[in-house]
């Protein structure tokens, strides 16, 4: 195991959840699914309790924990990607499959996970500072999906 592991809370569909990121994200993986030895607070014994998965190269568990807690914008991940089409495909995977799409670049799963789907333009245009960054932060706030050919006019003022 990690030494450090990023502990997602779900109602009871972690496993779901894990294979939906294995099956959309590059470097991500399902690496073990382990049922709970007795009765808990979320479920019964033998049903899924943990899952350990990876997204993009980030290690995760799973915890099936009932309806006590809920996600919040408060954790996201955040996805970088190169160009409009990988951008398309990371966010309409995640709307499409029973997500909602939020502001900025942000969307949510249909778990409640909060995800940034942010084009590597816009983080260099924020690193430049200065009019760039004003220019493209600018243009990010009128966006739901980030519209790649946008941020570029915008940089270029």
Aim: net charge negative; proline share 4%; charged share 20%.
């Amino acid at each position: 195991m990690n030494k450090n592991t990023i502990c997602l809370w779900y109602n009871h569909d972690a496993e779901e959840a894990a294979r939906f990121y294995a099956k959309t994200f590059p470097n991500s993986s399902v690496d073990g699914v382990h049922k709970a030895p007795s009765d808990f607070p979320g479920g019964k014994a033998g049903d899924v309790l943990t899952v350990q998965f990876t997204v993009c190269g980030v290690p995760c568990i799973g915890l099936n924990g009932g309806d006590i807690f809920k996600q919040s914008e408060a954790f996201s991940f955040q996805i970088a990607t190169e160009d409009q089409p990988e951008t398309d495909r990371y966010w309409n995977a995640i709307v499409g499959n029973g997500g909602a799409e939020s502001a900025c670049g942000w969307c949510k799963d249909k778990w409640g996970l909060s995800w940034q789907i942010t084009p590597r333009v816009l983080t260099d245009a924020m690193a430049k500072g200065g009019d760039v960054a004003k220019r493209a932060f600018e243009a990010m706030l009128t966006m739901q999906k980030i519209d790649v050919a946008k941020i570029e006019a915008a940089v270029r003022g």
